[in-house]
């Protein structure tokens, strides 16, 4: 028997595709192009389960549709290899991050290649590699001549374990998201990029963009942007100014006292003495926790009173200055002027504390005891007093600017992006201090690579792990002979993601990142698929790059990303738990309307699927799969499970289920007992009965990929399927074409399949297949025929003739069931509507 057996189809098609480049990118500029993405991976020891391929076989099947319909694709891959998991496996064992890095990108291209993706991997790029990082060095020179990169002392999350600075995002209850470690604030020096100079253009430049609007509103929320004042508050017996930004500048009246951030410049100028101590405590407490937890709405308000007053410059009272730890000093100007009558916030506090509430605009009924932050008129606010919110906010604006106390403002919630990473294993820094002072390297001197370490922690004294390396740290000013220090900080993970899409153009130009010639031609990228957690900051930080580059003229776009779309999770198996708590198995249930039942019984089951992870023991190998199934049923089950944007539950029987499908598509074509292409498959011309449903499928699957529709795709092709194996023969060019349609899901077995049908090259250039209006048109058309509003008969009409009034009625006229009520009366009016319905009206 010759059936159907992904083993020995796959790794030779596979071993075809490398050894004759089937996928180089084209280098001419003559057809029209079709850049299609991923989010590269990290290359973790643990390799791809079944989740990370979905993205990629979307993206291949737009890769292969484009190509077969006259586009020049490019289709790259790459890996974001720099990171903290790989440093603290060498921490933990000595191995150099490197040679783990490198032990699991091959495993992670030897897993890619087994799915039989059409990646061109010549143009393969990895972050870690110093021919790459060169150009993540040269950009951030670029940055820094620019004045985009700059050192600063800022407070951070510290974390001692893991010894590095962690991001807000990698914090959770005051221990770090790796390895649950105590994380603490404190001022460190660190690098930071001014990604706030581009706050206005990166809201402004999204609404142009195919994104989500769900993703763009994220993004929208993490750049904040807010429009109202900044007024200046003097302090009782002191020359400095408490500067505050807020959105609701009417309410000043009602600013009844101060909070500042703990962090504060100006708290330990302005603490009285018999404060000191309180103030000390509560700033040690609040270093403790990360912004989103000093952010939470529902906890409890903590501050610390300062012992200062400030002057209200709306009325002149003196007003308490406290501290509190839900104001952050990296938000507007780390000051806020608390109106408890109009925020939530403020009232809890000031009901905690003790402390005044004035109400600065009139609440509706129900707001007795609470504060009021609806719409309504000023009252208790002097010279605004029966205004409008938005009346008032605009007579108080010019009467602060007349007083010199204040100004029309914009505020951003984005902050500058601390570029700073305490670790080994990342790009190190193109700059050498010179008498303590920051200078960039010159170009001539990139990269600059790492050295090696004998150990991957932080020294003794906190210094990065760079520090250790002394040979390396202690250098020479190329420029002037002057002794250097080395910058010992490295790059955060996110540096080398934010540009590699630009790299995959031209891998090998060493003009600057990428070839200007190519970039012009290639970008922007039409479709940009990756997973929703990098939704804000990869997105974000990459957009900021690009458009330094874009005001540098490297780049010609102004963005990079022209589609995005975000794949759904794919969770694990279903699991099912009787009333009792006991698990069940899958074969003891049925489905019963929405839910699951016991089989044979009205008993519910509870279903539930968790993500995949190791500690629930429900990851699944995509190595296993194709062992069992071959990787194109692999590929088909990831896009048949559902709507691509959709979280689905694995299901093993779901891939048995396409692999019967790819068995019946083999069977139609192939004698089994041979081996050979089946005696049905003639080279005979089609019939009507084999073209409608051909192109009934060339239409679903062309409009669906377009449309990212996959599963709906696969669902034409099984039709297709069903129908052509009940023609006693398939002419030959139908066979063809549907091959073709099938190759963008299951590229091996299409590939075998044309191959046997005497074609030596491959499948992957081949022409789309047209589809034909004409086909899919009726040979008739039946129309319902009324008597006075109800039906008494159904006609077959020739679809040619159809909206031919009188032939339709006529043959209507002419119905035995018909005829009879024409003859008991007389008809006053006839209705036609073509190709819908005939209504004759008797009396």
């Known amino acids: 028997m010759h059936s159907y057996n992904p083993a020995d189809i796959e790794s030779k098609w596979q071993q075809h595709w490398l050894e004759n480049k089937t996928f180089e990118t084209p280098t001419d500029k003559s057809k029209p192009k079709y850049y299609v993405l991923d989010m590269f991976p990290y290359p973790s020891g643990a390799g791809l389960h079944v989740g990370h391929p979905e993205g990629y076989t979307a993206t291949d099947i737009i890769a ?9 694709v490019l289709h790259p891959i790459g890996w974001d290899a720099f990171g903290l998991p790989a440093e603290q496996y060498a921490v933990k064992t000595g191995t150099h991050p490197r040679i783990t890095t490198e032990k699991n990108v091959n495993k992670f291209r030897e897993q890619l290649q087994a799915i039989g993706f059409s990646y061109d991997w010549d143009r393969e790029v990895n972050t870690t590699d110093p021919d790459y990082y060169k150009w993540t060095q040269w950009i951030f020179l670029k940055l820094y001549e620019k004045g985009l990169a700059y050192e600063d002392e800022v407070a951070v999350n510290w974390c001692p374990e893991l010894g590095t600075v962690l991001a807000n995002e990698e914090v959770i209850d005051g221990k770090s998201e790796v390895g649950g470690y105590p994380v603490i604030r404190k001022p460190m020096r660190q690098w930071v990029l001014k990604i706030t100079e581009y706050a206005e253009r990166l809201l402004q430049d999204l609404e142009d963009l195919d994104w989500p609007e769900s993703l763009k509103e994220m993004q929208r929320n993490w750049i904040g942007k807010s429009v109202g004042a900044e007024i200046d508050f003097e302090i009782s017996g ?22 500042m951030a703990p962090e504060h410049h100006l708290v330990d100028k302005i603490t009285t003495e018999d404060q ?26 903590t501050g610390a009173f300062t012992g200062a007053y400030a002057i209200n410059p709306a009325n ?7 501290i509190a730890d839900y104001v952050l000093d990296s938000y507007g100007t780390g000051a806020i002027m608390a109106v408890p009558g109009q925020d939530e916030r403020d009232w809890e506090f000031a009901e905690k504390f003790d402390l005044e509430i004035v109400r600065t605009v009139q609440p509706e009924e129900g707001f007795e005891g609470k504060a009021y932050t609806g719409e309504g008129v000023a009252i208790n606010s002097d010279f605004l007093n029966g205004l409008k919110i938005k009346e008032a906010k605009n007579k108080i604006i010019t009467w602060l600017e007349e007083k010199g106390a204040g100004t029309k403002s914009v505020n951003y919630k984005l902050r500058d992006w601390l570029f700073s990473r305490q670790r080994y294993w990342g790009e190190p820094f193109p700059i050498i201090h010179v008498d303590g002072e920051p200078k960039p390297l010159p170009e001539s001197e990139l990269p600059v690579e ?16 760079l520090a250790n390396a002394k040979n390396w740290v202690e250098t020479t000013d190329p420029e002037t002979g002057k002794t250097a220090i080395r910058e010992t900080n490295t790059m955060p993970q996110w540096a080398g993601s934010c540009w590699y899409y630009l790299r995959y153009i031209s891998p090998e130009f060493d003009g600057g990142p990428v070839d200007p010639d190519y970039e012009k031609y290639w970008m922007p990228v039409d479709l940009y698929v990756g997973g929703a957690e990098h939704a804000v900051l990869h997105l974000l930080y990459a957009r900021f790059w690009h458009k330094v580059l874009y005001d540098m003229g490297v780049v010609s776009t102004k963005e990079p990303f022209n589609k995005l779309v975000n794949q759904g999770m794919i969770l694990g198996e279903m699991e099912f738990t009787g009333p009792d708590g006991n698990k069940i198995a899958e074969d003891k249930v049925e489905k019963k309307g929405e839910g699951f039942v016991l089989k044979g019984t009205d008993t519910k089951v509870e279903a539930r699927a968790h993500k995949m992870s190791k500690s629930r023991g429900n990851v699944i190998n995509p190595d296993n799969i194709i062992a069992q199934y071959g990787a194109d049923s692999l590929r088909l089950y990831e896009m048949f499970m559902g709507p691509l944007e959709q979280v689905k539950p694995w299901s093993t029987k779901g891939v048995e289920g396409v692999n019967r499908f790819l068995n019946r598509v083999w069977r139609l074509l192939v004698d089994e007992d041979s081996g050979e292409i089946s005696a049905k498959v003639k080279d005979v011309e089609a019939e009507k009965k084999h ?9 679903k699957v062309s409009e669906d990929i377009e449309g990212l529709r996959f599963n709906t795709a696969i669902s034409a092709l099984m039709i297709f399927v069903n129908e052509a194996n009940g023609w006693d023969e398939i002419p030959l060019s139908v066979a063809e074409e549907f091959i073709q349609i099938l190759n963008p899901f299951a590229p091996h077995i299409t590939e075998e399949l044309w191959r046997m049908l005497g074609h030596e090259d491959t499948l992957a250039y081949e022409g789309w297949p047209q589809f034909n209006e004409e086909y ?3 040979d008739s058309i039946t129309y319902p025929v009324q008597v006075n509003g109800k039906v008494r008969a159904d006609i077959e009409v020739d679809a040619d003739k159809a909206k031919d009034k009188e032939y339709v009625l006529g043959l209507a006229k002419e119905e035995e069931n018909v005829a009879k009520y024409l003859a008991d009366g007389n008809l006053v009016k006839e209705i036609f509507v073509p190709g819908k319905i005939v209504n004759l009206v008797v009396k």
């Open 691 to 699: 073209l409608k449903p051909l192109h009934e499928a060339i239409k």
């Open 316 to 322: 002149g009272k003196q007003i308490p200055i406290w």
């Open 276 to 301: 000191k101590q309180a103030i000390a405590d509560y700033q040690e407490e609040a270093a403790k926790k990360s912004d989103l937890e000093r952010q939470e709405l529902n906890k409890e308000k």
């Open 64 to 72: 292969r549709y484009k190509r077969m319909k006259g586009f020049n």
């Open 238 to 259: 002191h020359d400095e100014k408490l500067k505050v930004f807020t959105t609701r500048p009417d309410t000043i009246f009602g600013a009844t006292y101060m909070v």
């Open 450 to 465: 790492l050295p090696e370490v004998d150990k991957y922690q932080p020294t003794g004294d906190g210094e990065p792990p």
């Open 776 to 778: 899919l048109k009726a």
